[in-house]
């Protein structure tokens, strides 16, 4: 199973040229499908069936999966038993009636003004630490990128001269400006920060860990929930919760839909209206 995922995996990062994160998160998702199967003795993607991908997808409810984690794995099984079809190793998709379970889409988390600024304010030393979260936080409020978007950014993407960065996700590309405030974080976690966690190493990646190591996601996640706690925030937030805050903050401050939709890459103009919906609110 492990050479025909790595295989997949290689087809993803050179054919499709799919994101990073994506070519993460495929791995991830059948490594662990493929440690299942061998456990119940099945070792090879021929000798997978419909029956054993349910009885996967039974012990992930099991072990108290959420719905919206299950739909991700069932989406990456998918598209691997379809490459294995295409390239004709298998004759039949044994994950083809597979259906993922109901997801019930529960409002997005919007914060106020006051709150996004009392968040903001939370990094206020000068370690080199508190200046990185100081400049990914506000670059992700001022640009409404995903968590995903951020920690990918390369240092090439990034034009404080002119004060843009640009986002890509897989072959899509664009480009965002931001203001003073985030290009001023930004220019100190470059010239006081970023050599001290690289600890004299080389990196392409903007933002680092503390080792020098290219920021994950979840670790950027716990970032997030580590601040909204010290800001006194009662919801729950998480970085999607800042691009949610972000859309509907700027058509409240007049901006266009369109503009709004391109900076937040959306393919459809529906899915940056639904924000209207939310402005009725009178708490944001």
Known sequence: MQTAIEEFIQYLENIKKASRNTVLSYRRDLLQLAAYLESQGITEPAKVTRTSLNSYVLYLEGKGKAATSISRMMASMKAFFHYEVSKKHLRRDPSEALKPPRIEKKPPVILTVEEVERFLHQPVGNTPKELRDKAMLELLYATGIR??????????????????ITCRDGQKERVIPFGRTTNQSLREYLNQARAFLLRGNESLWLFTNCNGKPMSRQGFWKLVKNYGEKAGIQTDITPHSLRHSFAVHRIRGGADLQEVKAMLGHADLTTTQMYISYMQNDAV
Do not use: I, K, R, W
């Open 147 to 164: 968590a995903s978007e951020l920690v990918n950014l390369q240092v090439s993407d990034l034009n404080l001269q002119v004060g843009f």
